[in-house]
């Protein structure tokens, strides 16, 4: 029953959501003709007001707005403690904030009209807030903010859909433009109406009394006050019973039932870590049962996939999902008490951050039989001058090495580049990687019996960024499904005898074309659904596809030489 109330706030706030972002697109398309003239934002208005001042457009909008903040209010309900991240703070105030910045400008425009059919023109608007230059900036920030909050819904729904690389660039634009289109024709309209003053059009007999919307806007702060309040005291109450949770060092703590465990660590100052916030995105906040097992609730989905996909046993859960209803035991798997660290991590390191990365896994195929056939000393001779060539590859491309794994290693570009930038850099590292390669067999050519050869595997998106690791042991890496997507890669290269295993994604963020070579959908353990990759035996090819990148439009991808 949780998981199905669970999803149905999840649609309700996606539904609500578009209503207010297709409500906001119009209005400021609307406040965007005043580049053109006043007289044109009032036929765009009869427009919006054919489509916004009916029962069905008031319907949608009032109730998307509504079921927006009531949602919100649910979520402050349910997080058992107010103890967060200062990022988890700011997104929530952020959210409820907005209606409060509306309230004037709702009550002054949709309210009146309601009250007495009167609609206030741009000619009476316009004057009205530019004579107030407080008025001003408070509706530019708050277009502002309401823009910006529905743009980051907008990114965080369409992100994982497979055609948004293709229209990343066109939506982002789009996204720039809107508000700033809205805001120059809000001042330039205001501008052309320098000689009309608020006092001669905004008063007039036939609208409703100023001292009226005066105390209608006093009540509906009171209302918003009064319901933040009323939630903020309701899950303050102790309704729900006491729990007990023990920790390994010996601490006990009891909080009220319905606490999850890392809102239980929070709100008691215990250190957790919790890479995604407490979204159940990753399993970094996961515990392992010791006392109390029998009883508790079953995982829910999201719960579910995470645990399945790190190949937990049974005893295993996420402190951000479970919920448990009676005394518990327990031990954070990656807690600090667990790894013998006296202090707790910053909260820089300890919550990472998310980034939209490029990642290149690569590997010396045979390297086993080589070592066996070599002297030790020429092994480390030999070795050290291939991560060497690594290393200058990679950095010469713009990215950095994570980490030299055996004789693999993991390259990460886009921690300071964009998307598109930092997949050009991967595969213009793999073009150097490949004629270093050369080289380095020229050089070694009377010590090898048969050439070196490289597999490289390459995937694009989302990972978490952060320093990982204990004492000297610690530094910048990257986790997450990306990283994995690439390892997988790059073992999927040395199946089909190439230099190169790419995921589609990664061309694509570059801007090249997928037609010439060998694509194949892939099926990566721990990952739902196949990902489309591309053969490459050659890497080289990819530098003129590059360099056309950089001096014109793309050409097609040659086949196989």
């Known amino acids: 029953m949780r998981l199905k109330l669970d999803i149905s706030r999840k649609r309700l706030h996606l539904i609500t959501g578009l209503g207010l972002g297709l409500f906001l697109l119009t209005h400021f398309l609307n406040h965007a003709l005043g580049l053109i003239s006043v007289d044109a934002m009032e036929k765009g208005r009869e427009i919006f007001n054919l489509l916004w001042r009916n029962w069905i457009g008031t319907t949608l909008l009032y109730g998307s707005l509504f079921t927006h903040f009531v949602l919100a209010l649910d979520s402050i309900y349910r997080r058992q403690t107010l103890r967060m991240p200062p990022r988890e703070a700011l997104k929530i105030i952020f959210g409820l904030a907005l209606p409060f910045m509306l309230v004037p ?83 330039v309209g205001a501008r052309s109406l320098e000689g009309v003053t608020a006092s001669n059009t905004w008063f007039k007999p036939e609208r409703t009394d100023f001292a009226l919307l005066s105390d209608i806007r006093f009540w509906i702060y009171m209302a918003l ?182 004789d693999g290693a993991l390259a990460i570009f886009g921690l300071s580049t964009g998307i598109e930038t930092a997949c050009q850099q991967a595969l213009n590292a793999t073009t150097r990687i490949a004629r270093s390669v050369e080289i380095l067999n020229r050089n070694f050519m009377s010590e090898l019996d048969q050439p070196l050869r490289v597999a490289m595997g390459m995937h694009a998106g989302p990972a978490i960024i952060g320093h990982i690791g204990y004492g000297r042991a610690s530094s910048l890496t990257a986790v997450g499904d990306t990283i994995n997507a690439a390892s997988r890669l790059e073992g999927f290269a040395k199946e089909y005898d190439a230099q190169l295993a790419v995921s589609a994604d990664l061309i694509r963020y570059a801007g090249l074309p997928l037609a010439g070579h060998e694509s194949y959908n892939i099926a990566i353990r721990g990952r739902a659904g196949t990902l489309e990759t591309l053969i490459i035996y050659k890497a080289e090819e990819f530098e003129p596809l590059l360099a056309e990148k950089a001096a014109g439009p793309a050409v097609p991808l040659p086949g196989r030489q």
């Open 105 to 187: 400008h709702v009550v002054g425009t949709r309210v009146e009209w309601m009250l007495s059919g009167y609609a206030a023109s741009y000619y009476e608007v316009l004057p009205n807030l530019w004579s107030r230059p407080s008025d001003a900036v408070r509706q530019s920030v708050a277009l502002v903010f309401a823009w910006s909050h529905g743009c980051l819904g907008f990114w965080f729904w369409m992100r994982g859909r497979a055609w948004y690389p293709r229209y990343q660039l066109l939506l982002y634009t789009a996204a720039l433009l809107v508000p700033v289109l809205a805001l120059l024709g809000f001042w």
């Open 225 to 406: 006050l009064g319901s933040v309040a009323g939630t903020l005291l309701l899950r303050a109450l102790p309704v729900n019973g006491k729990i007990r949770v023990a920790y390994p060092d010996g601490r006990s703590i009891s909080v009220a039932r319905g606490f999850t465990l890392l809102e239980a660590s929070r709100a008691a100052g215990i250190p957790h870590i919790s890479i995604c916030g407490g979204r159940g995105r990753c399993s970094t906040c996961r515990v392992r049962i010791i006392e109390g097992m029998e009883g508790l609730p079953a995982p829910g989905d999201a719960e579910r996939n995470t645990l399945s996909r790190i190949k937990a046993p049974d005893n295993v859960r996420l402190a951000c999902q479970l919920r448990p209803n009676h005394n518990v035991s327990i031990a954070p798997v990656l807690g600090a008490e667990n790894v013998g660290v006296s202090t707790a991590p910053n909260p820089e390191e300890s919550a990472g951050r998310e980034r939209r990365i490029a990642v290149l896994f690569c590997d010396l195929r045979d390297f086993t039989r080589l070592s066996q056939q070599q002297l030790p000393f020429d092994t480390v001779f030999l070795l050290n001058r291939y991560f060497e060539m690594i290393g200058e590859a990679v950095e010469g491309a713009g990215g950095v090495v994570d980490k030299f794994i055996g």
